[in-house]
Nanobody, 117 residues
Framework: QVQLVESGGGLVQPGGSLRLSCAASRSLFSIYRMGWYRQAPGKQREWVATITSGGSINYADSMKGRFTASRDNASNTVQLQMNSLKPEDTAVYYC???????????WGQGTQVTVSS
C-alpha cells in the first residue's frame, strides 16, 4: 500500500500553466508504476500519463506536447507540468500508484484543475 497526496490544482486561464505534484508515502523505487488520470464532470476517468520505476514515460495522445510528467526520487514525488491549458482540460486530476504489476492500484484524493477565463 502507498498513500498519495496531490497538490497544485487551481484556476487558470486558457493558455496558462499549472504544475501538479503527488507525494508518495514510500520510495518511488519500490513502486512499479505511477501515473496521472483525470475525470471531468459527467465523464469517465481518463488516463493522462504513466511513469514506471525504470523511468519510462507515456502520455495519452491528447496530452502529448502539452503535458510533461516527471519524478523526483529524493522527495518521493511525481509531477505533472501542464502547459497551453484548454477549457477541456478542466477536471479532477488523480495520482495513481501500482506497487507491483499484479497489485491493485492506489489513488490519491484528487486535485481540481479549472481552466476558464
Amino acid at each position: 500500500q502507498v498513500q498519495l497526496v496531490e497538490s497544485g490544482g487551481g484556476l487558470v486561464q486558457p493558455g496558462g500553466s499549472l504544475r501538479l505534484s503527488c507525494a508518495a508515502s514510500r520510495s518511488l523505487f519500490s513502486i512499479y508504476r505511477m501515473g496521472w488520470y483525470r475525470q471531468a464532470p459527467g465523464k469517465q476517468r481518463e488516463w493522462v500519463a504513466t511513469i514506471t520505476s525504470g523511468g519510462s514515460i507515456n502520455y495519452a495522445d491528447s496530452m502529448k506536447g502539452r503535458f510533461t510528467a516527471s519524478r523526483d526520487n529524493a522527495s518521493n514525488t511525481v509531477q505533472l507540468q501542464m502547459n497551453s491549458l484548454k477549457p477541456e482540460d478542466t477536471a479532477v486530476y488523480y495520482c495513481y500508484a501500482q506497487i507491483t504489476i499484479a497489485s491493485v492500484g492506489n489513488w490519491g484524493q484528487g486535485t481540481q484543475v479549472t481552466v476558464s477565463s
